[in-house]
C-alpha cells in the first residue's frame, strides 16, 4: 500500500500555469503506474495524464494534450503535473493515483488502487 498526498493546486487566471505534486509513501515508486485524474462538481472523474512504472511511457487524455506535462522523480518518490495555458474548463479536484495496470485500463479509475485526497483548481478571472 502506496500513501500518497497531493499539492500545489490553487487560484489561476486563464491562460495561467500551475505544477501539482504529489509525494509518495510506503511502496515501491518505480513499480507503480502513476496518474493523475480530476473530477469537475456533478461530473464522474476523469483521466487526465499518466507515466507508466519505469518511467517507460506517457499518455495523456486529448483535452489536455500540449498543455500539461506529467513527470517523476523516483529519487524523490514524487509525480509531477505541469498544467500550462490553463482554460475555465480545467477546474476540478484533481487526485494521484498508482496502480499496476494493464494498457487497456490506465485511463479507468478502477485500475488504480491508491489515491491521494486531492487537491483544488480553480481557473477563473
Known amino acids: 500500500q502506496v500513501q500518497l498526498v497531493e499539492s500545489g493546486g490553487g487560484l489561476v487566471q486563464p491562460g495561467g500555469s500551475l505544477r501539482l505534486s504529489c509525494a509518495a509513501s510506503g511502496g515501491p515508486f518505480r513499480r507503480y503506474d502513476m496518474a493523475w485524474f480530476r473530477q469537475a462538481p456533478g461530473k464522474e472523474r476523469e483521466f487526465v495524464a499518466v507515466n507508466r512504472r519505469y518511467g517507460s511511457a506517457t499518455y495523456y487524455a486529448d483535452s489536455v494534450k500540449g498543455r500539461f506535462t506529467i513527470s517523476r522523480d523516483n529519487a524523490e518518490n514524487t509525480l509531477f503535473l505541469q498544467m500550462d495555458s490553463l482554460k475555465p474548463e480545467d477546474t476540478a479536484v484533481y487526485y494521484c493515483?498508482?496502480?499496476?495496470?494493464?494498457?487497456?485500463?490506465?485511463?479507468?479509475?478502477?485500475?488504480?488502487?491508491?489515491w491521494g485526497q486531492g487537491t483544488q483548481v480553480t481557473v477563473s478571472s
Open positions: 493515483a498508482a496502480g499496476t495496470t494493464i494498457t487497456s485500463t490506465i485511463t479507468r479509475p478502477e485500475a488504480y488502487a491508491n
